[in-house]
């Protein structure tokens, strides 16, 4: 990729030259369009009708009402886009494309007109989407930390249910020994039963 800037007439000469012809039946590039806009940078996109006879593209771009011209040139790529560096904020820009094919170039693309913003607007985008990541960060965290307590209180409750069976159980096991206990002092500390007849009494 080279890009450099040329004055309007020069560049005019250049695409008539004998090493820039305008090659038969090869269509210009459609859906010339804008995207990532910002008060330096922006990239342009496009579509081609002639996709197997394209080798490249070239891009001009032009700041309007000015005879400076940039003049962008790529060749055995497929990208459909390409980056504008160095704009002036707030300034309007018309740009062009052309397609490249083996024996020279389509016509140029139908004319497309921007603007870049303002320093100062894409600034205060930029810390606008900074606060919205800073919210969505701080409001995950908190989630983070919230699931975090739940699961560590549920831990413990199932601990103590857990500990409650297990000294349940120990006692539910003693009680048979307990009364068992119970009856074998009982039976200990009574007085015997002495039958009718017993040794208290005399034989007459």
Not at 8 to 18: D, H, K, M, R, V
Not at 157 to 176: H, M, S, T
Request: charged share 20%; net charge negative.
């Amino acid at each position: 990729m080279r890009g450099f800037l040329l004055p309007t007439p020069l560049l005019i000469l250049s695409c008539f030259g004998a090493s820039w012809v305008l090659a038969d039946g090869l269509a210009a590039p459609v859906n010339v369009s804008i995207r990532d806009l910002k008060a330096s940078s922006a990239v342009v996109t496009w579509d081609t009708p002639d996709r197997e006879s394209v080798i490249g593209f070239a891009i001009t771009q032009q700041i309007k009402d000015v005879r400076m011209l940039r003049f962008i040139q790529e060749v055995n790529t497929t990208t459909r886009s390409c980056a504008l560096w160095d704009l002036e904020a707030d300034t309007d820009y018309i740009v062009h494309v052309q397609s490249i094919g083996i024996i020279g170039a389509s016509p140029l693309s139908e004319t497309l007109y921007f603007k870049t913003p303002k320093e100062a607007e894409t600034q205060a985008s930029k810390s606008k989407d900074e606060v919205m990541m800073e919210e969505v960060g701080q409001s995950t965290q908190l989630r983070a930390g919230e699931i975090i307590i739940i699961v560590v209180v549920l831990v413990m409750w199932a601990g103590v249910i857990a500990l409650f069976c297990r000294q349940y159980d120990i006692i539910k096991d003693n009680e048979p020994n307990n009364n068992k206990d119970k009856a074998k002092n009982s039976s200990e500390c009574s007085t015997p039963e002495h039958t009718t007849g017993g040794l208290l009494r005399s034989k007459v």
